[in-house]
């Protein structure tokens, strides 16, 4: 294949431009051949999540057209959506942070929109270890690509994962779910031209509904200072991995108060220095907390802004 470029109706109706590859039989895919790692996009109509885990099936070819102008069905799945959010979500993490893609060796990088939930409207995304994996949405819900800090929120998964590979479990699991929020609203800012006064600066998945404010559709804010470890949800084992997503933004506000009182630019690069060299498995809060003034020295942080950092940690009751 080559690379080429071509137009394609996202899931709002726009054209965009998009990055393709022109096969030997004349036709075109969505495969981005631009990067250091092949970003291709692969479009699941409706077939369950449950046929997707643990690789893109061998019957599944990547979104194809006869022309470099993809139909409009290209656009309701979400795969136009998803195609430009994973090169917005690599240039994030290698321009920004130096990282060579997902596993930070340029592997190939996959995603596969418009999964059911056995036929019925999935709306929720996920990375399962080989891909990204998007729900159609539904009567509700937009395709869940269409919010870039989802993309980043799945994608940081991934990037965990090959880094300190946090455990989807208590504390861990919320440390993990927190850094993915974190940097899914920080791609999207960044890539979106977004201040952090912005309304949605601090949402994550505001931008998936269909009717229905922004705060309402959000599935979590990192902006609300009231989310301390007083709040810390013991849920049942088995649910919600220990409650992962319910108490991440007990980590994930603290990281977010960092990102507003030093600068963006400083404190992405700070969590990410704690991800990748500090963080281990089944590190607790605190274990957090210590990776990321650790990465801030070997940073050369100011002694002012690490106090800045503590300041932030302590305010979310996760005190050394
Ligand atoms: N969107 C969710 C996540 O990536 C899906 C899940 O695992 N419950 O955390
Ligand atoms: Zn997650």
Same mark, same amino acid.
């Given at each position: 294949?080559?690379?080429?470029?071509?137009?394609?109706?996202?899931?709002?109706?726009?054209?965009?431009?998009?990055?393709?590859?022109?096969?030997?039989?004349?036709?075109?895919?969505?495969?981005?051949?631009?990067?250091?790692?092949?970003?291709?996009?692969?479009?699941?109509?409706?077939?369950?999540?449950?046929?997707?885990?643990?690789?893109?099936?061998?019957?599944?070819?990547?979104?194809?057209?006869?022309?470099?102008?993809?139909?409009? @069905? =290209?656009?309701?799945?979400? /795969?136009?959506?998803?195609?430009? !959010?994973?090169?917005?979500?690599? *240039?994030? $993490?290698?321009?920004?942070?130096?990282?060579?893609?997902?596993?930070?060796?340029?592997?190939?990088?996959?995603?596969?929109?418009?999964?059911?939930?056995?036929?019925?409207?999935?709306?929720?995304?996920?990375?399962?270890?080989?891909?990204?994996?998007?729900?159609?949405?539904?009567?509700?819900?937009?395709?869940?690509?269409?919010?870039?800090?989802?993309?980043?929120?799945?994608?940081?998964?991934?990037?965990?994962?090959?880094?300190?590979?946090?455990?989807?479990?208590?504390?861990?699991?919320?440390?993990?779910?927190?850094?993915?929020?974190?940097?899914?609203?920080?791609?999207?800012?960044?890539?979106?031209?977004?201040?952090?006064?912005?309304?949605?600066?601090?949402?994550?998945?505001?931008?998936?509904?269909?009717? @229905? =404010?922004?705060?309402?559709? /959000?599935?979590?804010?990192?902006? !609300?200072?009231?989310?301390?470890? *007083?709040? $810390?949800?013991?849920?049942?084992?088995?649910?919600?991995?220990?409650?992962?997503?319910?108490?991440?933004?007990?980590?994930?506000?603290?990281?977010?108060?960092?990102?507003?009182?030093?600068?963006?630019?400083?404190?992405?690069?700070?969590?990410?220095?704690?991800?990748?060299?500090?963080?281990?498995?089944?590190?607790?809060?605190?274990?957090?907390?210590?990776?990321?003034?650790?990465?801030?020295?070997?940073?050369?942080?100011?002694?002012?802004?690490?106090?800045?950092?503590?300041?932030?940690?302590?305010?979310?009751?996760?005190?050394?």
């Amino acid at each position: 294949p080559a690379p080429a470029t071509g137009t394609a109706p996202d899931a709002h109706g726009r054209a965009a431009q998009v990055n393709i590859a022109r096969l030997p039989d004349g036709g075109y895919q969505l495969t981005d051949l631009t990067r250091p790692a092949t970003i291709t996009t692969y479009d699941a109509a409706g077939r369950d999540y449950n046929d997707i885990n643990g690789g893109i099936p061998a019957d599944l070819p990547p979104v194809h057209s006869p022309s470099p102008d993809f139909p409009p @069905g =290209t656009g309701g799945s979400g /795969a136009t959506d998803a195609h430009l !959010d994973a090169a917005l979500v690599y *240039d994030f $993490y290698h321009d920004r942070l130096g990282r060579s893609g997902l596993d930070g060796k340029d592997g190939p990088i996959n995603a596969v929109v418009n999964v059911s939930d056995g036929g019925a409207p999935f709306a929720n995304a996920y990375w399962d270890g080989h891909e990204m994996v998007y729900g159609g949405g539904g009567p509700q819900y937009y395709p869940f690509s269409v919010a870039l800090d989802v993309a980043g929120h799945e994608m940081t998964h991934a990037v965990i994962e090959h880094t300190a590979n946090l455990v989807g479990f208590g504390q861990a699991g919320a440390m993990n779910e927190g850094l993915a929020d974190y940097f899914g609203n920080a791609i999207e800012d960044n890539a979106r031209g977004l201040s952090m006064n912005d309304p949605g600066a601090a949402l994550l998945g505001e931008s998936l509904c269909r009717t @229905g =404010t922004p705060e309402a559709c /959000a599935q979590r804010r990192l902006d !609300d200072h009231r989310s301390t470890v *007083d709040d $810390y949800l013991g849920a049942a084992p088995g649910l919600d991995g220990g409650g992962q997503h319910l108490n991440s933004t007990i980590f994930s506000g603290a990281l977010w108060d960092i990102r507003r009182t030093l600068d963006p630019l400083t404190a992405d690069r700070l969590v990410y220095r704690a991800l990748a060299d500090y963080l281990t498995p089944t590190d607790d809060f605190v274990d957090g907390r210590n990776a990321v003034l650790a990465a801030g020295r070997a940073l050369h942080l100011t002694r002012a802004q690490l106090r800045t950092v503590a300041a932030a940690f302590d305010a979310h009751g996760i005190r050394a």
